[in-house]
């Protein structure tokens, strides 16, 4: 009997739960939700490991949001026949992950840099501590978390509540609007419809965000309520020695391998743009990287075909946008710059 009672209530604890995770995905598939994957250390770690591929067959990108908007993988793909292996981290500086190739003697292939300055140029530990996070978390990365990524990928192709940065329980109490209060900081939130991501890590805009101009003015005031924290001002000096030199000493190991290693600064537009050309002068930043390093560059004011985007937020290419971005770069790597491809293309 009191199995019986048992047996009923699981049941019905199964029955409650099957019919409200129902609810819910149909609910958010009503409001136009779609699919997004868990961005963290599992799928950044199963990208990780794809940078073996043979220099001729696969491109690595690394950098912060910006590679991860700007460049259309399916476009590259398409023209190119050349795997993309996307490494990027929001709101992070690309040398841990430089230096980590750099010391890994079996990486010997093509990498292309994305230079956001004030994330580059930087020695902040809020800069640096997610990606050795992540790079951590590939080192010691169990037989057991590989098989979790092959799961959840099958899981979250297909439900749309799992979506854990805006879904979760923690996610969900982020999203309560407490203020902030002495030795208390509550970082401000971007609208889910700024950033969705693929399984291969790209981030893109919704159409909704491309289309609604408050949810933009929403993300621009989240860039302005950060510029307005207290902050260390631009490298120079001998710090600003210091970052070229690392850059350059890791950039010198894989290129002593026969890789490849080119930095592209990547569009922003509007105020963003303003302050970035103030707080870094070119000439002082982009060029010293070039010249220090020895390694050509692509920036985007040089060519007219792509110095004209205007970012909804000032600082990331809408998906329309980026696949014009990402067409023009296969060109300019294989015009200017000498890359070959699997699939050579005229890009017309």
């Known amino acids: 009997m009191q199995r019986s009672s048992l047996l009923k209530a699981g049941l019905l604890v199964l029955i409650v739960t099957v019919l409200s995770m129902t609810g819910w995905e149909i609910y958010l598939r009503s409001h136009s939700v779609g699919v997004s994957y868990d961005d963290g250390g599992s799928l950044w770690s199963d990208k990780r490991a794809q940078v073996y591929e043979p220099a001729d067959k696969a491109t690595v990108f690394i950098g912060s949001s910006r590679n991860k908007y700007d460049l259309d993988i399916a476009t590259w793909q398409a023209l190119t026949g050349d795997h993309v292996i996307q490494l990027a981290i929001e709101g992070a500086s690309p040398l841990p992950v430089l230096d980590d190739l750099a010391n890994d003697k079996n990486f010997k292939g093509k990498l292309v840099v994305d230079v956001t300055e004030g994330l580059f140029f930087s020695t902040a530990g809020d800069n640096l501590s997610e990606p050795n996070t992540r790079i951590d978390y590939y080192k010691k990365l169990t037989p057991a978390q ?33 203020p902030n209060r002495p030795g208390v900081f509550t970082p401000r939130l971007f609208p889910m419809e700024f950033g969705r991501v693929t399984f291969e890590r790209q981030d893109f805009m919704t159409k909704r965000f491309v289309a609604d101009t408050n949810l933009q003015n929403e993300v621009k005031s989240i860039w302005y309520f950060y510029s307005q924290l207290p902050s260390d001002p631009p490298a120079s000096g001998s710090k600003l020695d210091s970052i070229l030199n690392s850059v350059k000493n890791d950039v010198d190991k894989i290129k002593t391998r026969g890789g490849q290693v080119l930095f592209v600064r990547t569009p922003s537009s509007g105020t963003y743009l303003q302050a970035e050309i103030k707080g870094f002068p070119r000439e002082q930043y982009w060029e010293r990287l070039l010249s220090t390093t020895n390694c050509p560059g692509i920036h985007f004011a040089d060519y007219p075909a792509i110095d004209h985007f205007q970012c909804p937020e000032f600082s990331h290419l809408k998906p329309a946008d980026a696949i014009v971005f990402t067409k023009n770069l296969v060109e300019i790597l294989q015009k200017e710059k000498g890359w070959s491809f699997p699939h050579q293309t005229a890009n017309k």
Do not use: H, P, T, Y
Request: glycine residues 4%; aromatic residues 10%; hydrophobic residues 50%.
């Open 146 to 178: 590989r098989f979790s990524l092959g799961v959840d990928r099958v899981l979250e192709s297909q439900l749309v509540f799992l979506d854990k940065s805006n879904f979760s329980l923690n996610a969900m109490l982020d999203k309560l609007l407490i």
